[in-house]
Nanobody, 112 residues
Framework: QVQLVESGGGLVQPGGSLRLSCVAS????????FYWYRQSPGKEREWVAR????????EYADSVKGRFTISRDNAKNTVFLQMSSLKPEDTAVYYC?????WGQGTQVTVSS
């Protein structure tokens, strides 16, 4: 069965950094585009970033462009989201998606 497991969230001060990971199993990882989304209470789920199967093509939401970097390691069935210069408005539960499956999410809280 398909399983996506996010990790790496936590509490960080404004201006700090975190790296999120999403480990996938149950399908051919390298054949699928992967996405990161985030959701805050009372808000719609927001697309953050996506990466092609090879990792050659990446795209970001305007709100995170220049601060976040998506990458993947197909040998480890893992996609990453490196987050830098974090702002309070980045606070959300972050989810990965591949083959239209979702992980359970990992909480990121940016606060002093």
């Amino acid at each position: 069965q398909v399983q996506l497991v996010e990790s790496g969230g936590g509490l960080v001060q404004p201006g700090g950094s975190l790296r999120l990971s999403c480990v996938a199993s149950g399908f051919t990882f390298s054949q699928y585009v992967f996405y990161w989304y985030r959701q805050s209470p009372g808000k719609e789920r927001e697309w953050v970033a996506r990466i092609s199967g090879s990792g050659a093509f990446k795209e970001y939401a305007d709100s995170v462009k220049g601060r976040f970097t998506i990458s993947r390691d197909n040998a480890k069935n893992t996609v990453f989201l490196q987050m830098s210069s974090l702002k309070p408005e980045d606070t959300a539960v972050y989810y990965c998606n591949g083959q239209d499956y979702w992980g359970q999410g990992t909480q990121v809280t940016v606060s002093s």
